[in-house]
């Protein structure tokens, strides 16, 4: 059987192609518009998709579609809507369509009708022949099944975790008018929902409004508060919490929408500063969803952990839920926003209920050494063929140089894993300077480092409860004192990094360069940050890594099996 997953949102859309239960492709469309978190129907990367699978419309089995009424259903019947809202909500402007976005979202049940309801019960009829219309002909044909947004939160995290048995706890903006749901997955039957917040309810919604009220832009920047957190203190803030948590049912009691965004600026970054604001609303969502996660754990008994909504990109938060005494394992989802639920719809629609530990997400696009070498010659750049690019790799890093990393498949979800990186040895106290100037990045996001899995208990405290997760760079871990004094551009102020654990089997090629540095400087911790400039999101193609190349002015670029020298310094 083959299945083609579609994630469908405001933001952060995407496509998974499955064959069996094996993932053949998958991939976020704003890797194709270069919008980061575009939303939308995935057009482009669904044609991306079927270009680079060579598969048969005619062997689709079934297309999987995520969201029952979100997107809302007048935004999937007229896509430019939805280019109006993504615009809408990116302009930090007041405008008047701005202005009613945010009366239906916020001043009607709209967004959060209840499951049995009239408007959803009509959504669902009219859904299948909406969708249908933005498929490609050859697909319309096909059946169609819709998963609810959280179901498929949880269902494609615990169908990646491997285990038998978990709680699934999914949180983000909202979906489908939820914020926030816990389920109980046992291995050959379907998730059974225990418990759930109503979009009103929504922590991915309140650090929107930070973040718009810190001058960020909201859907994209939330990451940025976490980073300014460590640099505040919480208790400076004293203003009651705008959420409760009172017999079960979480509530949001603080002003939203627009009044939301006005009353954080005005009133609590006119009066703390937004590094102390920043701590607050990180400690307010630690404590409330981690009182939600214990709570179901101890009553449930299960000791393991599963994770998913864009929420859980708070690599702080996953932090502190891996650490909990009532916590085995966890695992976040890989790509845990909206952009996974491709793969999510077909785990909840299909039945995916035997879970399989996910092995990697290099499941984009690759280019052959002849492709590359086509760009390379039409750039005009001189480069060299290299019999052994990975040992090449560590001995220019082992001469501290920043080289830019172009080889194999492209990551899926939000991070670069080695595949589309920038790495550089962590070692020089001004490394993260340079790397912020030449990149147009803020300079309170830490950088993180990617290390060889088997030597994870000399830099990073806790190792094992989040093993396996922190393969995709989703949790930060405590440091040790060797890594603080070591690696300390790789270390953020409050002591901890977000650690890549690089595994042998899984990430070989990787691995190997990080070995091999090891050989030659006795450690094998490098730098690893996304291969993008001005926070655009990460490359995708050799044309796109020639580019940041050039524009940022990195030392050396090993692409396929290929050595471009910086044409500019000629260090490498
Ligand atoms: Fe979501």
Sequence with gaps: ????????????????????????????????????????????????????????????????????????????????????????????????????????????PVARTSEQSFSRRLTRRLLPAVMRRALPRGLRRAPLQFAEHHRAHAAGAWFCS?????????????????SMTVSHAVTGKPIERLWSASAGSSFGLFFEALAQAFGFTPCRDEGKITGLAATGKAENVREPSPFTLVNGVLTYTGPVGRKGVAWIRDHLVARYGRADVSAWGQDLLEKYTIEVARDWLRRTGLRHLVVAGGVFANVKLNQHLHELEEVDRLFVYPNMGDGGLSLGAICETR????????????????????????????????????????RTAAQLLAKDLIVGRFRGAMEWGPRALGNRSILVRAVDPKITGRLNTMLSRSDF?????ALPAEDAELYCHGVEAARHTAEFMTVCFRCTERMQTEHAPVVHVDGTARAQLVEKENN????????????LVGSGVVLNTSFNIHEEPIIRTPEHAVNAFLAAGLDALIIGSYLVKQPRSGQA
């Design 351 to 390: 039945g995916f209920y035997f879970p399989k530990p996910i092995q990697h997400v290099f499941l984009g696009e690759a280019y052959t050494d002849e492709q590359i070498a086509a760009t390379l010659n039409k750039a005009g750049l001189s480069f060299e063929y290299l019999p052994d690019p990975e």
């Design 445 to 449: 996001m830490p950088f993180a480092p």
């Design 1 to 108: 059987m083959i299945y083609l997953g579609i994630s469908e949102d405001l933001f952060d859309a995407g496509v998974t192609l499955v064959d069996g239960e094996r993932i053949v492709f998958a991939s976020n469309e704003e890797r194709y518009t270069r919008r980061k978190n575009e939303g939308g129907f995935p057009h482009q990367s669904l044609q991306a998709l079927l270009e680079y699978t060579q598969v048969d419309l005619a062997d689709i089995d079934y297309v999987c579609v995520c969201g029952h009424m979100t997107p809302p259903l007048p935004v999937r019947v007229f896509p430019f809507l939805h280019t109006l809202l993504f615009k809408a909500h990116r302009n930090r402007e007041e405008t008047l369509f701005k202005k009613f976005v945010d009366l239906v979202m916020f001043h009607t």
């Design 508 to 519: 070989p090629t990787f691995h190997r360069i990080l070995m091999e540095l090891k050989t």
């Design 162 to 178: 491997g285990f038998e048995e978990a709680l699934c706890l999914t949180a983000d903006g909202m979906g489908d008018g939820l």
